[in-house]
């Protein structure tokens, strides 16, 4: 079965807002075996509209369409859909009902005209019931194709998938099993991965596919499996898996889209019941930002200083003026300094810390652009790393905080061990 989503709106294409809806509906309709042929976004102009409908039409089984709903003139989807449908719209009483229970009772205003002509619908659609807003979903077929309309309102559109869309599909179509297991991998890069894993790839049966997605410092393997026979799949998948365990076991980290290294990491120090603290200057908090984003991070993750300036990592660190000036604010010195001081101040078992010249420019130091330290303090001691990351600005920032969290992540591994 194969699906195609639209968005509709001028402000996704001038990048006023960022489309999240597709990905949203992607990934549901692909957890229940539906595959996203095409994703396409187009204005608000019915022509645009009608000529992509045709375009798609008996090309995939149904089309998903979000935005284009709202109660003003710009918003055209209903009007478009009955022209492609040759339909005329109706008022639906139980959505009147619904839009003035939620204007008059919830918002407890007197509802306009704008806000009834939410209530209509072409006469040839079925309604999916949107209890979170007042524009409806519409799903309406055509030959081989079927159409449906949603809002573009995020958690309006999120709630009609999870709720009508989605149990729709499966009650109306039969679809193949998708299956999809991703490891994630950090410290090499996408080629050096390849090349290690080449034989075991080659050797992978046809029904199993074998993406790369590599970000800076990491790369995740995504296999995906597409058959009839949902236990046999995953069985395959895992028996490959763990194949590949033993090829490059040395570089994987975690499972699935949500095994992140610091999702990882944050695992680990709670199984140890130990605690981490940061001293960043280039990377500005972005280490921080990710231990703090996991959920139950307060349980070991204590804080940051973020000591972008020089007179910070001496005023707020606690840094000897002496030790930049003797081996320069870039240096394993300082870097060692902030990582053991911010342990200290903090009171934590582990603490990491950052310094370097990310560019596009020097600042207080002479070493190169893009050279980088990275210190770890241990309840044994401190590791201090220096790496070069080169340019531009982003990438050295990108990938310090990530060999940041590899370091930590290796190191302790080393106790569970």
């Known amino acids: 079965m194969k699906a195609a989503i639209v968005t509709i709106g001028d402000e996704i294409l001038i990048g006023q807002i960022v489309d999240t809806n597709s990905n949203f509906i992607a990934k549901e309709l692909d957890r229940i075996g539906v595959e996203v042929y095409e994703m396409i976004s187009i204005s608000d102009d019915k022509k645009h509209i009608l000529d992509t409908f045709a ?63 939410q209530a209509l619908v072409p006469s040839k659609c079925t309604i999916l019931h949107n209890k979170m807003g007042t524009a409806p979903g519409m799903w309406m077929k055509k030959e081989n194709t079927v159409f449906v309309s949603l809002p573009g309102v995020p958690y309006e559109m999120k709630y009609l998938v999870e709720e009508e869309i989605i149990p729709k599909i499966i009650r109306e179509y039969k679809r193949p099993y998708i299956i999809h297991k991703t490891v994630l991998t950090y410290g090499q890069g996408e080629s050096l991965v390849a090349e290690r894993i080449e034989h075991w790839e080659n050797n992978l049966p046809d029904f199993i596919k074998l993406a790369y997605l590599p970000n800076p410092g990491r790369v995740r393997l995504r296999l995906t499996a597409r058959g009839t026979n949902k236990e046999e799949l995953e069985k395959v998948i895992e028996d490959n898996i763990s194949s590949l365990d033993a090829i490059i076991h040395d570089i994987i980290v975690g499972y699935e889209e949500n095994e992140t290294i610091e999702s990882v990491v944050g695992k680990i120090l709670t199984k140890q019941n130990k605690t981490i603290s940061t001293a960043e200057s280039f990377t500005g908090g972005k280490i921080a930002s990710l231990l703090s984003g996991v959920p139950g991070a307060s349980g070991y993750f204590k804080g940051s200083v973020v000591s972008y300036a020089t007179e910070a990592k001496v005023n707020v660190l606690g840094v000897s003026q002496d030790l930049v000036d003797q081996f320069s604010v870039v240096s394993a010195e300082v870097a060692s300094a902030m990582a053991l001081n911010v342990k200290e101040i903090l009171k934590t078992d582990y603490a990491i810390a950052t310094t370097g010249n990310a560019g596009p420019t020097k600042g207080d130091s002479d070493a190169e652009i893009g050279a980088v330290f990275i210190a770890l303090a241990t309840p044994n001691g401190v590791i201090v790393e220096e790496f070069n990351f080169g340019q531009p600005r982003e990438k050295v920032i990108d990938r310090a905080t990530i060999k940041s969290l590899e370091i930590l992540q290796k190191e302790i591994l080393k106790i569970v061990q």
Request: negative net charge.
């Open 55 to 117: 375009q798609l039409q008996n090309k995939v089984d149904v089309v998903i369409v979000t935005g284009g709903l709202g109660p003003t003139k710009d918003d055209v989807t209903k009007k478009t859909f009955c022209e492609y449908f040759e339909d005329e719209l109706i008022v639906d009483e139980v959505v009147l009902a619904h839009v003035t229970e939620l204007i008059e009772g919830f918002y407890k205003r007197p509802i306009s005209q704008l806000n009834k002509d």
